[in-house]
């Protein structure tokens, strides 16, 4: 399948670009003022997945090839963005080309760091961003409403269906509210998916935190209860994360990181968790090719069938199904190789029916 993308966005000084360098192991450019990342930077980082190295063992190969998310570091959105102050038309424009969006705020106070508004509010920081999204949202709506409305009038069913949700989802975002958030059918989803909201996107919230200075869910901050009554309300998926941490630690051995945090009382780097989270909140999952030569992670939404499953590798694939030999890694795992598995009564011959689990361990027949 193509490639998954997803946009590290929020204001100037939150630790956007830093956290995209702990992420990627990439040299950003990293300033202390609005507008450092004037260009968006894009990383390809690999989703931890600890069965790889079990599955490679028990093949004896040393090549293994995880599953991959694409970030793309976006400059720091200001308010005003959607009537193009700042950069605002070049970002949304990032942004929107994105699957999925990670929303940075900050939720430490530290006095060198300015921070655009003066004062530290994650939610505020979130109301702010996601108005700008809304409003550009508003006017991509607004525009194709006055277009579809004519088709609609035809008696066309598809234009009555996209007419009709988008009725109801302008005054929705008028309200400030994510189109996300909006209640709609499987064909009206359709509909307003074809037209790319930002809103629409999946969103993840990236809590920033930083060692030694006051984080506002240690100190159980007023602001950062109204900033979990706000995560809760809407349904929305976080993560905590130490930026300046991982930035600082990334090109130590991980045995070497493990021992700093602890020697800091870090249990979690976060940014694992961030890349984990990031999949997951795609809908996506991982199954398995193992063999002499390579072991790798294949990425297919949750829900896909063999065919789907095996376009990840080629679309030639999914044409040419014809069955595939499954086991999960679990069996896997405790028959010691396919062989034994295949002894034991493992491993299944299934069709194109079948429902592809995360973690099989697969090898399609074309």
């Known amino acids: 399948m193509s490639k998954l993308s997803v946009g590290i966005v929020g204001l100037p000084n939150v630790g956007k670009s830093t956290l995209f360098t702990a992420l990627t192991k990439n040299e950003v450019l990293i300033a202390n003022y609005p507008f450092a990342t004037i260009d968006p930077t894009v990383g390809v980082v690999a989703v931890p997945d600890s069965r790889l190295a079990t599955l490679a063992a028990i093949s004896g190969t040393d090549k293994i090839l995880p599953a991959v998310v694409e970030f793309v570091d976006i400059a720091g959105l200001v308010k005003g963005a959607s009537t193009g102050e700042g950069l605002g038309n070049k970002f949304l424009a990032n942004i929107r080309e994105t699957d999925m969006i990670a929303?940075?705020?900050?939720?430490?106070?530290?006095?060198?760091?300015?921070?655009?508004?003066?004062?530290?509010?994650?939610?505020?920081?979130?109301?702010?961003?996601?108005?700008?999204?809304?409003?550009?949202?508003?006017?991509?709506?607004?525009?194709?409403?006055?277009?579809?409305?004519?088709?609609?009038?035809?008696?066309?069913?598809?234009?009555?269906?996209?007419?009709?949700?988008?009725?109801?989802?302008?005054?929705?975002?008028?309200?400030?509210?994510?189109?996300?958030?909006?209640?709609?059918?499987?064909?009206?989803?359709?509909?307003?998916?074809?037209l790319h909201l930002l809103s629409m996107k999946p969103f993840l919230y990236i809590c920033n935190k930083k060692t030694d200075a006051f984080n506002l869910d240690e100190q159980n901050d007023d602001r950062w209860v109204a900033l979990l009554d706000y995560f809760e309300s809407t349904g929305s998926d976080y993560v905590l994360v130490d930026a300046g941490m991982e930035h600082d630690l990334r090109d130590l051995s991980e045995d070497e990181k493990n021992d700093f945090r602890r020697e800091y009382g870090a249990q979690d780097s976060g940014v694992g968790s961030l890349i984990r989270a990031c999949y997951d909140r795609l809908g996506l999952m991982s199954y398995f090719t193992t063999g002499e030569k390579e072991t790798r992670a294949w990425t297919t939404p949750i829900g896909s069938t063999g065919p789907k499953a095996a376009a990840a590798i080629h679309t030639d694939f999914e044409k040419k199904y014809i069955r595939s030999q499954v086991i999960t890694f679990e069996d896997l795992v405790n028959a010691g190789s396919?062989?034994?598995?295949?002894?034991?009564?493992?491993?299944?011959?299934?069709?194109?029916?079948?429902?592809?689990?995360d973690g099989d361990v697969i090898e399609f027949l074309i």
């Open 103 to 194: 929303e940075v705020v900050r939720i430490f106070e530290d006095g060198d760091i300015h921070h655009v508004s003066g004062h530290i509010d994650p939610l505020d920081d979130i109301e702010v961003i996601n108005l700008e999204l809304i409003l550009a949202d508003a006017e991509t709506v607004e525009k194709r409403l006055s277009n579809v409305e004519r088709d609609s009038k035809k008696g066309e069913k598809d234009a009555l269906v996209e007419f009709g949700v988008l009725k109801r989802l302008l005054p929705h975002l008028e309200a400030g509210q994510l189109a996300n958030q909006l209640e709609m059918d499987e064909f009206e989803t359709k509909a307003v998916q074809a």
């Open 338 to 357: 396919k062989v034994a598995a295949k002894e034991q009564g493992k491993m299944r011959t299934e069709g194109k029916d079948y429902i592809v689990k």
